[in-house]
């Protein structure tokens, strides 16, 4: 009698859960994945890291040596010394055509102009040697031998941004007394003396090359550091955002024939599951929410370019995967104000959703080569590239800044497709 009213009970329950609308997920399901092409979560930094520091040791960085007034390079090696060294490992090196090893406390010579011999520039030869998975820094003047910027952002794009890994530029004003090389379209040489005025120091760069997580530990601890000089920071990243934003069903404020479920097993919170009441008629939701844009980051403006895929649950041998549907007619707005934004997404169910499959809606907020700017900066500091005479000279700024700031821009936009907000709505019409 006991083991009927147990079963009794068993029966009742279940019938209870399955009319409420909260069925729990079958076992022989799958376990849903990420469809491709999604977001990649920001990781903390790691505890421990190898820092690689490059500098150029070529004769258009020893008039940064010279003079004493404002002057942030000739403590640098010291300066990056105590702070790159509370990261773990760091290994020094010079680099003109090619890089050479720097041993035990060497590094320091790098505030004495003597030290300054190299005749010929390769940030290309940096970036043969440079390995992905430490943190890179190169200290140099963005000059480049042969002005091959195309060659060196080509190798940035393949070795960096398309393995989501992250580039970032330090620009600091200084002191400067020497030769600058190279200078327009007719190769001309300038010397160049700031003397202590402030408002003709020139600047260097430091180039940063690595995981965002590393690059970011580096720009937070830079940050401390308290310079007399003007200092500026811009990071190329998969992420505008200090942490893009998933947007939670739970959250609509508009929600037409739609039914919240939870029934199928799912490895990644950001899947959110909902069910349609009715496939003839039209999907509608609004959902709000809170969207920081990074600082660090090149700043938007205008509208954001917004992605809707469809993926269908396609099962194979090796267990399933996402397989992506023909172009779909959906409806997408995002509205980003301050630190508040809106999405809402429109669509018809029987127009766009694969019949009797899993499927998913994928909506991806990315910004476009029109919404993405320099910082005000990176046009302030550029000189760049054309014929220059003598009373048009200018060594407070860098040839061709603006180029090269701007490929590395559209790089980072081609290869890595960051991404600001997603939405991902799985499914179930079985």
Known sequence: MKNLQVMAMAVILLLVVTLSGCSPPWHDDPILPMPPGSSTPL?????QMIVDVYWDATTSMKGFTKLAAGNVYRTLPDTLGDMVGSFGTVNYFRFGEQVVPVEGREYRRFSSPDYYTELITSFGS?????????????????????????NVTQKLREKYFSKHLSVAIIGIKNSFSGEIFDVGLN?????????????????FYMFLMGSEPQIRAFLDMWKDQKFSAEVHEVLFSEHFASKTLAF????????QNLI??????KADDRLQEVGISNGNEQVKLTIP??????PYACPLSGELDNRVKVFAWNETDAGGQWQQQSDKNAKVSFALNGDNCELTLTFSPNEILPQGRISLVQVLIVPSRKSTNLPMWISDWDMGNIDI??????????VNLQRIATSLKDSLLTAAQPTIAELNLVIDGR
Do not use: M
């Not at 990781?43 to 505890?47: G, L």
């Not at 929410?289 to 990074?294: E, M, N, R, S």
């Open 260 to 265: 919240l479920t939870n029934r199928l097993r």
């Open 248 to 255: 939670r069903v739970g959250d609509l404020t508009i929600k």
């Open 126 to 150: 940096v970036l043969d040697t440079a390995d992905p998975e430490h943190l890179s820094i190169v200290v140099t003047d963005l000059f480049e031998s042969d002005a091959d910027w195309s």
């Open 289 to 294: 929410g809170k969207c920081q844009l990074d």
């Open 389 to 398: 005479t003598p009373d048009q000279f200018d060594g407070s700024k860098t």
């Open 43 to 47: 990781e903390p930094p790691p505890q």
């Open 187 to 203: 190769a001309a040489t300038f010397s160049y003396d700031s003397g202590d005025d402030s408002t003709r120091f020139r600047p």
